[in-house]
């Protein structure tokens, strides 16, 4: 399957304005296509993920997080540049959902956690995955297609309380046998948090 055959529910683009697609009626995954930073890459490839703690929040779009990564283990030189492309991302996501209260998860997985494929109680779901594979991701109906969201990827889902049935759902990769890690960067609006 080709992006001009997925393009009625999937919009994919290469700048942070793609991910305005989601808005459209028939659109479950808006992908903004992008890599990570020369620097962030390096310095996220250099890092232990074992030394840093999983870090959940409750807050303004345009809260400060340098001192939140810190105090969860990030040195200072990933910490600033991670903390500035989070703030970024949390005001796009506010920007998406209307809602300024968000609830932010950085999380490092080592389990095939989520590994069926879903989609989430939320209205809107974004996820950037920062180290390890990305989320894979399928048409409802035709689910033995799988795609990938690339590492330093944004994508935004449209879940269940938005479109129900869903037309795309997605995944973490199986990642338990291959001893891997995932640097997973996950952002709902607190009203429609409570699904997974």
């Known amino acids: 399957m ?27 995954l808006a992908i903004w296509w992008r890599p990570l930073p020369d620097a962030m890459k390096a310095g996220l490839a250099a890092l232990d993920l074992d030394t840093v703690d999983d870090v959940t929040l409750d807050l303004d779009a345009d809260a400060p997080l340098d001192d939140a990564l810190r105090n969860a283990g990030y040195p200072d030189d990933i910490a600033t540049p991670l903390a500035a492309d989070i703030g970024l991302l949390l005001r796009r996501q506010a920007a998406l959902t209307g809602d300024d209260r968000l609830r932010l998860r950085l999380e490092v997985i080592e389990t095939d956690a989520c590994r069926r494929f879903h989609a989430d109680y939320v209205t809107l779901r974004l996820l950037c995955t920062y180290a390890g594979p990305g989320t894979q991701w399928c048409r409802a109906a035709a689910p033995d297609a799988i795609y990938e969201v690339p590492t330093g990827a944004v994508g935004v889902f449209k879940g269940r309380m938005l479109l129900d049935p869903p037309t795309v759902l997605h995944r973490s990769p199986p990642i338990a046998a291959t001893g891997g890690q995932r640097l997973i960067l996950v952002i709902d609006p607190i009203r429609s948090n409570d699904g997974m």
């Open 2 to 28: 080709t992006p001009a055959m997925l393009e009625d529910v999937v919009a994919f683009g290469y700048d942070r304005t793609s991910l305005d697609a989601i808005a459209r009626p028939k659109t479950a």
